[in-house]
């Protein structure tokens, strides 16, 4: 099986596979439980909360994310985590729209 993984270039894929199952274990079950991995491009990972105060927190707690992420995964796999904040419904409708418009001024969490 070893042999299969490395030849077919699967070492970092499982490795980061694995760091996502355990994303609890890793940042904490009060984190886990308000925000999930969605992708690892190059180095840099992108999470999303499911609040704007949620990802406020998590911004501050990017630092010793990235050092427990990169003891798991190896130095240099994870330079900078992207928090994204929820997905929020689009206020453009018809065909009078403002640019930049800021919507119904809610927070969403």
């Known amino acids: ?11 970092l894929d499982l490795r980061v596979q694995a760091v996502f199952g355990r994303w609890a274990e890793l940042v904490g079950e009060e984190v886990a439980s308000h925000c999930t991995p969605e992708s690892l491009a190059e180095t840099r990972l992108i999470v999303r909360t499911d609040s704007t105060a949620r990802a406020t927190q998590l911004k501050l707690l990017t630092p010793t994310i990235v050092k427990r992420l990169n003891v798991e995964l190896g130095d240099g796999i994870v330079t900078v985590i992207d928090i994204r904040g929820p997905h929020l419904p689009n206020w453009k409708k018809g065909r009078f729209t403002t640019r930049d418009g800021r919507g119904p001024r809610d927070t969403y969490g």
């Open 1 to 11: 099986m070893k042999r299969m993984i490395s030849q077919h270039g699967w070492e």
